[in-house]
C-alpha cells in the first residue's frame, strides 16, 4: 500500500508499504478520509519523542472494513486501544488505562495510508446517510466532547458562557460540542486572521482575536496549551469557574495559581476520551446536533507534505485538512 511516512523534522515521505494485516478479533480498513492533528504536526516538527521515524502518523480515521462478514460497511475509527481489564478501563475511564495504545504511535502504525487493521471494539458503524468526511471527525470532536462533559459535571452555578482558546479542530470541535451540551453563549479565540474569519462566516462561531478587557467566563477551554493561553485562562475565568485543558502546547508556566486558590478555580486536565465519549460524539455527528461539519479542506495523500507545510505556514484557514488516499471508497 502507499502510505506517507514521517522520516524526520518537516520531512514526510510517500512510500510502498505492506498491508496491515488484521489479527484476530481485528477489522481491515480501507480508509477513506484521515485528518491531520495537532499531534501528527508536533511529530512532524520533532518535537514528540513517543512518535519517532520512520512511522505513519494519522489517527483521525474513517473507512470501509474489507473482507469478512461485515465487508463494505462503513466505519469511523476509535484509535485508542484499550485492555479493557485494569481499573481504569472497569470503570469507565479506559482512556487513562496504562497499557493503552494509539494508532500513529509505536507499536501502531497510523492511519496516513490506504488500509489499517483495528480491533472490532474501536469501530463506529456510520449510517448511509452520513459522508465519511464528517465521520472522520469523531476523533477530534470527541476530544472536545470529553473535555466539555468533565467541565460542566465540575462546574457549580451558572453555565451560560464559555471562552475556548484555539480556533483549529479542537478548539472548534470544542465549541460546538458546548452547544451541543448545552452551553447558549460560547466564544471562540483566534489570532489568526485569515482563520478567525472561516470560524465566523463558514462555522457560525462568535470568533475574536483576544477576549475583551476585563471579560470573565463560567467555562474556558484551552485547546493550544501554551503558557501564554493558560495566563489567558486564568484570567478570564470566573471565580468558582472551570478551566478544561486539553492542548499539549508546551509542558510549564501560565497559570495564575494564587488567583485560582484565592478564586476557587477548577482546573481539569483532560485527555483524549472514553469509549463511551467516542461513541456519544458519533451519535451527535449522526443526529446533525454538531452541524454540518462542512469546515473541512480534503487533499490527496500524495500531497500530504505540502498541506504539512502549509499548515506549519498558516496559509490554511479551514480547522481541519483531510487526505484521501487513491484507493479511497467511491461512497465517502
Not at 461485515?70 to 479506559?94: H, I, K, Q, S, Y
Not at 465521520?135 to 471562552?163: I, K, M, N, Q, Y
Not at 470566573?238 to 509542558?251: K, Q
Amino acid at each position: 500500500m502507499k502510505a506517507l511516512v514521517y522520516t524526520g523534522p518537516e520531512t514526510l515521505a510517500l512510500r510502498e508499504m505492506p498491508n496491515p494485516v488484521a489479527g484476530p478479533g481485528e477489522q481491515l480498513i480501507r480508509i477513506a478520509r484521515v485528518g491531520i492533528c495537532g499531534s501528527d504536526m508536533h511529530a512532524y516538527l520533532g518535537h514528540d519523542a513517543r512518535r519517532p521515524a520512520p512511522l505513519i502518523l494519522g489517527h483521525e480515521v474513517a473507512g470501509v472494513i474489507v473482507g469478512g462478514p461485515r465487508d463494505g460497511e462503513r466505519v469511523t475509527v476509535n484509535p485508542l486501544v484499550t485492555c479493557g481489564a485494569c481499573p481504569a478501563c472497569r470503570e469507565g475511564r479506559d482512556n487513562l488505562c496504562p497499557t493503552r495504545q494509539i494508532i500513529s504511535m509505536p507499536p501502531r502504525e497510523g492511519g496516513f495510508a490506504e488500509y489499517v487493521a483495528m480491533p472490532e471494539g474501536n469501530l463506529v458503524t456510520v449510517p448511509d446517510s452520513v459522508p465519511l468526511a464528517q465521520a472522520a471527525l469523531a476523533e477530534p470532536l470527541a476530544c472536545g466532547w470529553h473535555t466539555v462533559r468533565l467541565s460542566l459535571a465540575a462546574l457549580s452555578g451558572a453555565r451560560d458562557t464559555a471562552l475556548v482558546l484555539g480556533g483549529g479542530a479542537i478548539g472548534l470541535g470544542a465549541a460546538l460540542c458546548l452547544t451541543a451540551q448545552g452551553v447558549p453563549q460560547v466564544t471562540v479565540v483566534e489570532p489568526n486572521p485569515a482563520r478567525r474569519a472561516y470560524l465566523s462566516d463558514r462555522c457560525g462561531q462568535h470568533a475574536l482575536d483576544t477576549p475583551p478587557a476585563g471579560s470573565q467566563y463560567d467555562l474556558v477551554i484551552d485547546g493550544v496549551g501554551y503558557a501564554a493561553t493558560r495566563a489567558t485562562a486564568s484570567a478570564h475565568v470566573r471565580p468558582g469557574g472551570v478551566i478544561g485543558h486539553i492542548g499539549l502546547g508546551e509542558d510549564t508556566g501560565g497559570l495564575d495559581i494564587r488567583r485560582m486558590t484565592l478564586q476557587e478555580i477548577t482546573f481539569i486536565g483532560t485527555y483524549t476520551y472514553t469509549s463511551e465519549d467516542f461513541r456519544q460524539t458519533a451519535q451527535a455527528i449522526f443526529d446533525g446536533r454538531l452541524g454540518p461539519l462542512d469546515w473541512t479542506e480534503a487533499r490527496p495523500l500524495d500531497q500530504g507534505a505540502a498541506a504539512f507545510a502549509d499548515i506549519r505556514a498558516g496559509r490554511v484557514a479551514a480547522p481541519k485538512v483531510l487526505l484521501v488516499p487513491d484507493t479511497a471508497p467511491e461512497r465517502s
